[in-house]
C-alpha cells in the first residue's frame, strides 16, 4: 500500500512560516509592478527580505549591497524582492536618492531594479511574521527567508533592526542549499563552495560496514557516521 506524502499548508497570518512549509501566497504592488508570489517566480529560487523603513541609514547600505550583487544571484537562478511598511512613492523616492546621491563603500550611482514591495498596512509583513511587537510594532525586522523553485521556505534569517546583514553568508547559504539538492548531501561547518561535502549516514549495520572498508569514489569514511565525498570540479 503507497500513501502520498502530505503537502505542508502555509502558515497562518502573523507567525513566522518554518521551513519546509509553502510560502505563504499575496499579490502586492512593488517598484516593479504588481506581483503574484510565489507563482511569479515558479522554477526560480527566491530571496524574500525585509527591512524596517525608506531613508534610513542601515537599509541603504544593505539594498544597496544587494543591488550590486544582483547578478550573481541571477546566475544563481536566484530573483529577489524586497518589502518595507512603507508607501510606493516612499520606495521610489529613495531608490532614486540611492542611485543619485549616496555613496558607500566602493558602490556609488547604484540603481536597484529588484521589486521593493509597499506594505503600508503591514499585511504582507504579518503574513510572514516580520512585524515583532518587542522590536517595533510600525517596523518590519531584517527577515530574510529563502524560498526553492517549488515555492518551499528552505532557510529563514532575522536580524535586528539596528544591526545589518552579512550579504556574503546569504549567497553561501544559498549555493549550500542548492548543492545539498543536486548532490544529495550535507555541508559541514563553515562550508564554502568547492569544499569537500558530508555523505548521509547510513541507514543500517550493514551498509556502515561497508561505507568504512568500501567508500564510493571520491569519498573518504572518518568514521562509520562521518563520510565526506569530493564534487567534480567543475562545480
Known amino acids: 500500500m503507497t500513501t502520498t506524502p502530505s503537502v505542508p499548508e502555509p502558515a497562518p ?41 525608506d531613508f534610513t541609514p542601515v537599509c541603504t547600505t544593505e539594498f544597496m549591497t544587494f543591488a550590486t550583487m544582483m547578478p550573481e544571484f541571477k546566475k544563481l537562478n536566484c530573483d529577489l524582492v524586497g518589502l518595507s511598511i512603507d508607501s510606493h512613492y516612499a520606495h521610489i523616492a529613495w531608490l532614486r536618492t540611492i542611485k543619485e546621491k549616496i555613496k558607500f563603500k566602493n558602490m556609488a550611482n547604484v540603481e536597484v531594479t529588484f521589486p521593493l514591495i509597499a506594505d503600508v498596512k503591514m499585511e504582507v ?46 549567497k553561501r547559504l544559498l549555493i549550500a542549499l542548492q548543492t545539498t539538492d543536486q548532490y544529495d548531501c550535507a555541508t559541514p561547518a563553515d562550508w564554502q563552495p ?42
Open 125 to 170: 509583513a504579518r503574513l510572514y511574521g516580520m512585524v515583532q511587537p518587542g522590536a517595533s510594532d510600525t517596523q518590519a525586522v531584517r527577515a530574510v527567508f529563502i524560498i526553492d523553485p517549488k515555492a518551499k521556505i528552505r532557510a529563514v534569517l532575522y536580524y535586528p533592526l539596528s544591526n545589518g546583514r552579512n550579504f556574503p553568508e546569504i
Open 13 to 53: 497570518a502573523g507567525r513566522i512560516p518554518l521551513i519546509g512549509e509553502t510560502a505563504p501566497a499575496f499579490e502586492a504592488l512593488t517598484t516593479q509592478g504588481p506581483i503574484h508570489f510565489p507563482k511569479d517566480y515558479a522554477g526560480k529560487w527566491v530571496i524574500l527580505f525585509s527591512h524596517p523603513a
Open 194 to 235: 568547492g569544499d569537500d561535502v558530508i555523505v548521509p549516514p547510513p541507514g543500517s549495520c550493514g551498509t556502515a560496514k561497508e561505507r568504512v572498508e568500501k567508500p564510493e569514489p571520491n569519498a573518504y569514511a572518518l568514521d562509520w557516521f562521518m563520510t565526506f565525498k569530493k564534487l567534480p570540479k567543475t562545480k
